[in-house]
């Protein structure tokens, strides 16, 4: 495979879906990074992660706590 000729680094931004435990929703700050970078038969696999994913309760959101939650959850039921 050839070398990433980009640098990923995180990125700073609001979020206008952060959710609370009591479900009010807020703007906050929040820092999107890579995580995981994998390389699998020349497929190039990158993971982010939110800075404030496990105090976010937003369902919709992929790196919310509820939305973890939800994917351990079909994990189990799928065996």
């Known amino acids: ?3 990433l000729k980009r640098v990923l680094i995180p990125v700073s931004l609001p979020c206008f879906d952060f959710t609370d435990e ?3 929703r807020n703007k906050r700050t ?3 990074a890579p995580i995981t970078i994998e390389e699998k038969s020349r497929v190039l696999r990158i993971s982010y992660a939110c800075s404030r994913s496990l105090d976010c309760h937003d ?3 992929r790196y919310s706590r509820e ?3 939800k994917r351990r959850r079909a994990r189990e039921i799928i065996g």
Request: charged residues 35%.
């Open 1 to 3: 495979m050839e070398k």
């Open 30 to 32: 929040v820092i999107i």
């Open 59 to 61: 369902g919709k959101c």
């Open 67 to 69: 939305s973890l939650r």
């Open 22 to 24: 009591e479900g009010n």
